[in-house]
């Protein structure tokens, strides 16, 4: 049985999926952990092991050796979910601003008002990874490949994420203003 270092150097040196393999068979659930230690949600830390292990096989480059791998990874792992909450907090502050400039329009037709309500409703309904694509792809007019770059996933991905988002808010959407017409 190969010690994590001589899988990395393996890794690394061939780039045969099979001991990268390993590596996540081994470490998965620690990852997953620790993910869930920062989140407390499941779907969440289940992306978020996702994330970090397409991250890592990039990363696991740099890694020199000097620390322990699991150290190495258990920094790794905490940073990526410190990020992605400090992404997060980033995108609340925005969207409790938005909030407050739909307060101060007071001079929009009521009609408006029910569909603006509704937005808002469906903003708060959706998961908090598909309310922050589209925040950022349509609040902050972040391009494709910044987002995938922040997300350390590919361009594809994120546009497969932001159609899904897309039409799971159009659904809710549909579904609140039907259950307003009742």
């Known amino acids: 049985m190969l010690s994590d270092q001589e899988l990395v ?9 099979k001991y990268f ?3 996540y068979i081994r470490h998965r659930q620690l990852v997953y952990q620790k993910c869930l230690f920062y989140v407390s949600n499941t779907d969440d830390a289940e992306d978020f092991v996702q994330d970090i292990f397409v991250q890592l096989t990039r990363k696991v480059y740099s890694y020199k050796g000097d620390a322990k791998f699991t150290t190495w990874l258990h920094s790794v792992t905490v940073n990526y979910c410190i990020d992605q909450l400090r992404k ?9 601003n938005y909030q407050y400039d ?23 309904q959706l998961p908090p990874y598909q309310r922050d694509l ?16 922040s997300q350390a996933i590919t361009t594809s991905a994120v546009k497969m994420r932001i159609k899904r988002a897309r039409e799971y808010a159009r659904i809710l959407y549909d579904r609140i203003l039907a259950e307003g017409e009742s």
Do not use: H
């Open 134 to 149: 589209l925040l950022a792809k349509y609040g902050e007019r972040a391009p494709i490949k910044d987002i995938a770059f």
């Open 21 to 23: 393999a390993q590596i």
């Open 88 to 96: 997060q907090q980033q995108n609340q502050a925005m969207w409790r």
């Open 9 to 17: 150097k393996q890794y690394t040196t061939t780039g045969k999926d």
């Open 102 to 124: 739909l307060l101060q329009m007071d001079d929009w037709a009521g009609s408006d008002e029910v569909y603006f309500q509704a937005f808002e409703r469906v903003l708060n």
